[in-house]
Structures are given as structure tokens and as C-alpha cells.
């Protein structure tokens, strides 16, 4: 009699089974999210294009006829040419551009706050999504993954394109690096204040549940804390002071002044000037040596400080950013553990 060999067992399903199918599960939110969001998506994509274009358009195109004035007001040896050419049409155009760049950030926590995350949860579409067998990490993870990676490729194209656009053509500006439409845009700050925003607007809309209220406090969140960074944005890196005997100290024409003042009796004294004293220039000598005033001060940041006052403020923000993420998860992570309990 010839032996039946036993029939092999059916595979049962290993490490690389159940990772293909989360491997498809997990491209399976990840497409609902696109799907979801596409409209907002693509709105993003047309803002990048739209403001990379008016800056290439403005550098290439529209600065022409005020760069042949400007050109003409240097060969006839005018002193006041970047006044009498560069403060208007390509300057005030490129400060625009520079300021929706700075300041996207917050129609991101809108975004965030309100469409993203609040609106599913109050309307019952995540718990709708979490019983087909999505699990709750899995589904957050997607709602901060996609929305991270095209914020990040479009902010970057953008933060580029500005660079190039305002160091082209300096003579017809006036933004200097510190000023409100420059600072954020040319540099990763300004991609940091976007994710962070984008954490902070997830985070609401989890502790709310509501969109418009998520929204509102997600815009005033962010907001804030932009607010509150550069408030303190001086003190970042060590500041450079110089003095003098002087009535005012010379310091470069595009340093960050931070403070001034006088030298009394060997102490900084801010605010105070030489104007305290007036009257003749021998009255006004009595009165300085008097009141002890040996010189002025000042304190401010070079130019050169401008790499390290935006590493810094970006690891701040992105701080605060991986903060509000890893809360949002614990948060996700108690609700749901509480509600399958009950």
C-alpha cells in the first residue's frame, strides 16, 4: 500500500499578510482624505501658483520701467533715488506678497480647526469612519499626514520664490530683512508656523468638537502665539552694543534696533536721550555732566543674526508643534478608550 502524503496546511496569515493589508488599509485613508479635502487641496495648489507667479511677474516683468527710472535717477547723480523710485508699484507689490506668505498660516488653523477635523466630529463622520475599521490613530495620522506633506511642498516653492524675488532688485525696496512681509517668508519659520498651526487647529477641533467654535479658536490660538514669538523674537540670539560719547551711536542702516538710550553714571538708561537737556550748547553740557551722561547706546542685531534668530524661532514653533500633536493623540486615544467602555 503506497502512503498518502498528508495535504499541506493553508497558510496561515503572517507578518507579511496582515502588512499588506494594512498597507492597503492605510492607502485607503489615505485616498478618503484626498478625496475629502480635494477641493482645499487644490485651492492650495492655486495660491502657490498664483503667488509664485505675480512674484516671478513682478521681478521679471513689472520692475522694468521703475528700474530704467531708477537707473537714470543714478546716472544723474540724485541722492534721494530710492526715495523718489522705490517705495511704490514693485516695493509695495513684493510687500504684499511677503505679507499672505507670513501670514497664511492662519487661514491653515482655520482650515484645520474647522473643515479637517471639527466638521467631521460634529457631524459624526470620523465615528462613522472609525467603525468600518479605521482605528482613530490610523485616521488622525492621515488627517495630519496629507494635509503636512502639501503644506510643506507649497510653502516651500513659496518661501524660494520670495528669496529670489526680494534679494533681485534691493535698491527698489524698502522691506529690510526684519520687517513684517520679509522675516517670515524667506526663511523656515515660516513653513514652521504652518505645521504648527495645522497641529494647533487639530487639537481644537478634538478639545471642542465643533467646527466654527474650532475654527475661531484655532485662528485666535495661532495668532497668538505668533504674537507672543515675536514679542521675544529679540532676545533669541545675543544682540551687539555699541556706545559713544556721542548723541547718537552709528550702527549699520539695516540693523534690527533693539533699544537706545543714554549712559548715566556708567548704566544704560533706555528711552532717555540728549534732549533731556536743552537750552544753549554750554547749558546742555552743564546739564549732561550734571545728571552724569557720559554717552548713548545701542543695542540691535546685525543682518548676519538673521540665520540664527530664524533657527531658533523655528525650533520653537516646531516645539510647540510636536507638543499640540503628541496632545491631540492622547486626547484621541482617552475619548475612544472611554467611549468603547461605555
Same mark, same amino acid.
Request: net charge neutral; proline share 4%.
Given at each position: 500500500?503506497?502512503?498518502?502524503?498528508?495535504?499541506?496546511?493553508?497558510?496561515?496569515?503572517?507578518?507579511?499578510?496582515?502588512?499588506?493589508?494594512?498597507?492597503?488599509?492605510?492607502?485607503?485613508?489615505?485616498?478618503?482624505?484626498?478625496?475629502?479635502?480635494?477641493?482645499?487641496?487644490?485651492?492650495?495648489?492655486?495660491?502657490?501658483?498664483?503667488?509664485?507667479?505675480?512674484?516671478?511677474?513682478?521681478?521679471?516683468?513689472?520692475?522694468?520701467?521703475?528700474?530704467?527710472?531708477?537707473?537714470?535717477?543714478?546716472?544723474?547723480?540724485?541722492?534721494?533715488?530710492?526715495?523718489?523710485?522705490?517705495?511704490?508699484?514693485?516695493?509695495?507689490?513684493?510687500?504684499?506678497?511677503?505679507?499672505?506668505?507670513?501670514?497664511?498660516?492662519?487661514?491653515?488653523?482655520?482650515?484645520?480647526?474647522?473643515?479637517?477635523?471639527?466638521?467631521?466630529?460634529?457631524?459624526?463622520?470620523? !465615528?462613522?469612519?472609525?467603525?468600518?475599521?479605521?482605528?482613530?490613530?490610523?485616521?488622525?495620522?492621515?488627517?495630519?499626514?496629507?494635509?503636512?506633506?502639501?503644506?510643506?511642498?507649497?510653502?516651500?516653492?513659496?518661501?524660494?520664490?520670495?528669496?529670489?524675488?526680494?534679494?533681485?532688485?534691493?535698491?527698489?525696496?524698502?522691506?529690510?530683512?526684519?520687517?513684517?512681509?520679509?522675516?517670515?517668508?524667506?526663511?523656515?519659520?515660516?513653513?514652521?508656523?504652518?505645521?504648527?498651526?495645522?497641529?494647533? !487647529?487639530?487639537?481644537?477641533?478634538?478639545?471642542?468638537?465643533?467646527?466654527?467654535?474650532?475654527?475661531?479658536?484655532?485662528?485666535?490660538?495661532?495668532?497668538?502665539?505668533?504674537?507672543?514669538?515675536?514679542?521675544?523674537?529679540?532676545?533669541?540670539?545675543?544682540?551687539?552694543?555699541?556706545?559713544?560719547?556721542?548723541?547718537?551711536?552709528?550702527?549699520?542702516?539695516?540693523?534690527?534696533?533693539?533699544?537706545?538710550?543714554?549712559?548715566?553714571?556708567?548704566?544704560?538708561?533706555?528711552?532717555?536721550?540728549?534732549?533731556?537737556?536743552?537750552?544753549?550748547?554750554?547749558?546742555?553740557?552743564?546739564?549732561?555732566?550734571?545728571?552724569?551722561?557720559?554717552?548713548?547706546?545701542?543695542?540691535?542685531?546685525?543682518?548676519?543674526?538673521?540665520?540664527?534668530?530664524?533657527?531658533?524661532?523655528?525650533?520653537?514653533?516646531?516645539?510647540?508643534?510636536?507638543?499640540?500633536?503628541?496632545?491631540?493623540?492622547?486626547?484621541?486615544?482617552?475619548?475612544?478608550?472611554?467611549?468603547?467602555?461605555?
Amino acid at each position: 500500500m503506497t502512503a498518502v502524503a498528508p495535504a499541506e496546511a493553508p497558510a496561515s496569515p503572517g507578518p507579511a499578510r496582515r502588512g499588506g493589508v494594512d498597507g492597503r488599509t492605510a492607502w485607503g485613508t489615505v485616498r478618503t482624505v484626498l478625496r475629502l479635502h480635494r477641493t482645499a487641496l487644490l485651492g492650495w495648489a492655486a495660491v502657490v501658483l498664483a503667488l509664485s507667479g505675480w512674484l516671478v511677474w513682478l521681478t521679471e516683468d513689472a520692475v522694468k520701467e521703475e528700474l530704467a527710472a531708477w537707473e537714470s535717477c543714478q546716472r544723474a547723480g540724485q541722492d534721494l533715488c530710492d526715495m523718489s523710485v522705490g517705495w511704490v508699484g514693485y516695493s509695495e507689490s513684493l510687500n504684499w506678497v511677503g505679507l499672505l506668505i507670513s501670514y497664511c498660516f492662519l487661514a491653515v488653523a482655520a482650515f484645520a480647526g474647522g473643515a479637517l477635523i471639527g466638521r467631521e466630529l460634529e457631524n459624526g463622520t470620523a !465615528g462613522l469612519a472609525w467603525a468600518q475599521g479605521i482605528t482613530p490613530v490610523r485616521w488622525l495620522t492621515a488627517k495630519l499626514a496629507v494635509p503636512a506633506l502639501a503644506l510643506t511642498a507649497g510653502a516651500t516653492v513659496l518661501v524660494l520664490v520670495y528669496r529670489w524675488a526680494w534679494g533681485a532688485h534691493r535698491t527698489l525696496t524698502d522691506n529690510g530683512w526684519m520687517s513684517d512681509d520679509a522675516y517670515l517668508s524667506r526663511g523656515p519659520a515660516g513653513l514652521a508656523y504652518i505645521l504648527c498651526a495645522l497641529a494647533l !487647529g487639530v487639537l481644537t477641533a478634538l478639545l471642542l468638537r465643533r467646527a466654527l467654535p474650532a475654527l475661531a479658536v484655532s485662528v485666535a490660538a495661532s495668532g497668538l502665539l505668533a504674537f507672543v514669538v515675536a514679542r521675544y523674537r529679540g532676545s533669541f540670539w545675543p544682540t551687539v552694543t555699541r556706545t559713544s560719547t556721542a548723541a547718537a551711536v552709528d550702527f549699520p542702516d539695516n540693523g534690527w534696533e533693539l533699544e537706545n538710550g543714554l549712559l548715566i553714571d556708567g548704566r544704560r538708561t533706555p528711552d532717555v536721550g540728549y534732549w533731556i537737556c536743552d537750552g544753549t550748547a554750554t547749558e546742555a553740557r552743564r546739564c549732561l555732566d550734571d545728571l552724569g551722561v557720559t554717552g548713548s547706546y545701542t543695542t540691535y542685531h546685525p543682518e548676519s543674526h538673521y540665520w540664527p534668530l530664524q533657527l531658533v524661532e523655528t525650533g520653537v514653533v516646531l516645539a510647540v508643534a510636536a507638543l499640540a500633536t503628541a496632545a491631540a493623540f492622547l486626547l484621541l486615544r482617552r475619548r475612544t478608550a472611554t467611549a468603547l467602555a461605555a
